[in-house]
């Protein structure tokens, strides 16, 4: 099993809540299953650009026009993405490690993911719409944030755009584990919701292993 670990958090490891969801969860995947093959990506060390006009006619234009040949503007554009696709496309799982800023995923991950979930890349376009070229099954949040979010919350940015966005290239396989109400200074149980993320960061970790 292939397991792209993606870090989107710039805090180090004493300070990320986050990262310890990380570091418990990567901790029993390896335990129960020792075979696992483990990339680790920290955007903050190697980042991605925003996606540029360029880019865009790089990735989209032989979409409109099969014979499109792009510039060399446009390839250089595109270097990133080229670059660092074959990671994602060659993971069966994807855990993402970030906190949720604004309600929402940090701008970098966002990104990332512009840069690497397009045409010629994780799909291509068939008959009857998109076809999927990669092996990704499973993507996993461990998300820390100061506020304390409900099941359902209107102020969650973050779930539904990962759900959305990785329907559209059919993994529809989401688990979190979200240590929320971080703030300690206004959630007097802030240890207690972290270590409660780290036991589902866990169980979500084994159940992973098993599936291999």
Partial sequence: MNVLHVIANPRPAETSTSKKLAFEFFAALTEKNPDVVVNNIDLYQAKPPYVSAEALNYFWGPVANPSYIPTKAEETAANFSNNNAQTLMDADVLVLTMPVWLNSMPAILKAWLDQLL???????????????????????????????????????????????????????????????????????????????????????????????
């Fill in 118 to 212: 397009v045409p010629g890349k994780m799909f291509t376009f068939g008959a009857e719409g998109i076809v999927p070229t990669h092996h990704l099954r499973t993507v996993v949040l461990l998300v820390s944030s100061d506020q304390v979010y409900k099941e359902g919350d209107v102020r969650d940015g973050l779930t539904p755009a990962i759900r959305a966005i990785f329907a559209y290239i059919g993994v529809e396989d989401i688990q979190i584990a979200w240590a929320d109400g971080q703030d300690a200074s206004r959630h007097f149980d802030s240890n207690e919701r972290r270590e409660m993320a780290i036991e589902a960061a866990k169980e979500i970790a084994e159940d992973i292993a098993g599936l291999a």
